[in-house]
């Protein structure tokens, strides 16, 4: 009988073996390209969402200052705290321009349902508490929010600012303090970033006023006012949690982180952190200002020097800079001397204005400067009215309305009668010379003064003829328009020789009436009525004639330029960085805009 053998239908180890290895490497070559691409979605993802959220943030920051009043001057530099190498704590580590705080105009919600109630027309209430109410009068949820009407500012403050995403100052889990979630020693998804918070809130508001502010502030800005400017606001240990609770996020806060810091040894402590989003007064370089009026040029004078300029911007911070140039020109066309009026000086110890030369050689096209000096006192005129009488310019700085005002009162006269005025005429003197004119030359003879301002002592025709009088100024004139002459009635009557303002005549025209006058802007000539018989009353309740005016001394080619920040508009720029937790790497998206604040009044 046959007996056939047994076989073993199992693998051997070896087998085993060498299929698995084979599987290994068959599915590694299939899944290895499969994981990339889940890993190049989720990168792309990040990017793709941090695109969004520096969009979606730049729009909101840009519709709140654009709607803003007004800047608080106190925005810019906030302190974080950063951990130290040793884990001993924190330090505070200052980062400029990461805070900006603004003031909205005030909202109320308006009901536009085309039923509400004729008997109850009114359809704007305030908000309150809820971000969107319903019509209190209708119930309709068809309304909208809009600015109340005249503007008016609000009593809240809106902040935008960059701070830790925990802000807890006795937290350990995580750890206080910034941790870059993306840094060599931090796992993916850990760290503390800093993110980029608004928060809408009410000066006063108690839970936000720290004790632990710096004392010499409390003294100098009081209790509200130095919380307000508190670079550590939001780490304070009274505080910190009632800022959490009103701060909201802009963007997604779990994929954020908007410092890099700056570390210039290895395994030391972080020197510094740069703000990727920040928040800067738009500076404006050689802005070159256009001329406006003060007064109404009469139309007699079409040609009138602008006696104020007006820069692209108003509201500038300290520090801004003005300077007049005046060209003078040879004989061939060619500018041989370009004259320097350089506003110097701090504004408060000293503010002045500077002359420099800058004297051009033709020949070898080279220029040499000389500085003259101090040609007008700012502080010293705003303080007491006092202008050297060979000021060859003069003007004074509106700062919040970006102007540079060349319309300057001269100083009241100290002759009798004067009473605060910058020129008293003397009705009596005036009608003795032209008598005496009258008898020399009848068709000649004009009833006329000169303002103070130009008298030099010089003339023997006019009052003064032996010394100048006490505002005498060299080099002005007088604004077209700026002057008010206050003098007696001339007409018969009850009120005749009473206080009455009289009227200005287009020069052209020739003599003035009764009550009227006429004025040489150049010249500072004053002209009454010449017809024989209408003398200026003297026997009257009124006994002089006072005039008031301003004067400038710029002329028309003058050029005005302008150096200055302004905080009536904004530059954001808007560093968004996300990061990708499984790969710990920052995607950047980087935006920068302008933002105009229409509603700052000039």
């Known amino acids: 009988m046959y007996k056939g053998t047994t076989h073993n239908l199992g693998f051997t180890l070896i087998e085993l073996l060498v299929v698995i290895a084979i599987s290994m490497i068959l599915m590694g070559l299939v899944l290895y390209p499969v994981a990339q691409s889940f890993k190049m979605t989720r990168s792309a993802q990040a990017m793709v969402e941090s695109q969004d959220a520096a969009r979606q943030g730049m729009e909101q920051i840009s519709r709140d200052l ?16 950063v951990l130290k190498a040793d884990d001993s704590g924190v330090d505070y580590i200052k980062v400029p321009d990461a805070k900006i705080d603004f003031i909205l105009p005030k909202m109320v919600v308006h009901c536009n349902n085309p039923d509400h109630p004729e008997d109850t027309p009114e359809r704007d209430f305030a908000r309150g508490d809820e971000a969107l109410p319903a019509c209190p009068v209708c119930g309709s949820t068809d309304v909208e929010v809009r600015p109340k009407l005249p503007l008016e500012q609000d009593t809240k403050v809106v902040r935008y600012f960059l701070g830790l995403q925990y802000n807890d100052p006795n937290g350990t889990d995580p750890k206080f303090g910034w941790l870059s979630p993306w840094g060599d020693n931090v796992e993916a998804g850990e760290g503390n970033p800093v993110v980029l918070y608004r928060v809408e809130f009410d000066p006063s508001d108690t839970t936000l006023l720290s004790s632990q502010v710096d004392a010499a502030d409390v003294t100098e800005y009081g209790e509200v006012g130095a919380n307000l400017r508190d670079p550590k606001f939001f780490y304070r240990s009274d505080t910190w949690q009632a800022w959490r609770n009103k701060a909201r996020v802009v963007g997604v806060a779990k994929y954020q982180d908007l410092v890099d810091g700056v570390n210039n040894d290895e395994d030391k402590d972080w020197d510094e952190l740069t703000p990727c989003v920040t928040f800067k007064y738009k500076t404006v370089d050689n802005d070159t200002l256009s001329g406006t009026y003060s007064t109404d040029k009469s139309f007699e004078y079409p040609d009138a020097v602008p006696a104020v300029y007006r820069a692209q911007y108003g509201y500038w911070m300290p ?114 010379r032209f008598k005496t004119n009258y008898t020399d030359d009848r068709g000649a003879a004009r009833r006329y003064d000169i303002l103070s301002t ?40 009850t009120n005749h020789g009473k206080e009455i303002m009289y009227q200005r005549v287009p020069y052209s025209l020739g003599d003035p009436g009764q009550n009227q006058y006429r004025i040489d802007y150049d010249n500072g000539y004053i002209f009454f009525s010449s017809v024989y018989g209408q003398d200026l009353p003297v026997d009257g309740d009124y006994e002089y004639i006072h005039v008031n005016y301003k004067v400038h001394f710029n002329r028309e080619d003058d050029v ?19 990061y990708d937790p499984d790969a710990a ?18």
């Not at 654009?66 to 705290?81: F, K, S």
């Not at 010394?467 to 328009?481: E, H, K, M």
């Not at 790497?585 to 000039?602: A, E, F």
């Open 585 to 602: 790497k920052p995607h950047s998206v980087d935006l920068s805009n302008t933002i105009v604040l229409r509603n700052m009044q000039r």
């Open 66 to 81: 654009g709607e803003a009043m007004d800047v608080i001057d106190y925005t810019g530099e906030i302190e974080i705290p």
């Open 560 to 578: 005005v330029r302008g150096n200055y920040s302004t905080k009536a508009a904004v530059v954001v720029h808007l560093g968004m960085r996300m």
């Open 319 to 432: 520090g801004y800079g003005v300077s007049v140039y005046r060209y003078t020109y040879d004989g061939d066309g060619n500018v041989s001397l370009v004259t320097a009026y350089m506003l110097s000086g701090d504004g408060s110890t000293s503010f002045v204005v500077d002359k420099v030369e800058y004297a051009h050689n033709i020949t070898d096209d080279t220029w040499t400067s000389s500085d003259i000096g101090t040609t007008f006192n700012i502080l010293q005129y705003l303080t007491d009215g006092t202008i050297n009488s060979n000021a060859e310019m003069a003007f004074t700085i509106d700062r919040y309305r970006g102007q540079v005002r060349f319309d300057i009162v001269p100083e009241a006269s100290t002759e009798t009668g004067a009473n605060g005025y910058v020129c008293v005429l003397n009705p009596s003197t005036i009608n003795s």
């Open 454 to 493: 130009f008298d030099d002592g010089t003339d023997d025709a006019v009052r003064h003829a032996a010394t100048a009088s006490n505002n005498y100024l060299a080099n002005a004139t007088v604004v077209p328009g700026s002057e008010r002459v206050i003098g007696p009635n001339m007409i018969s009557g």
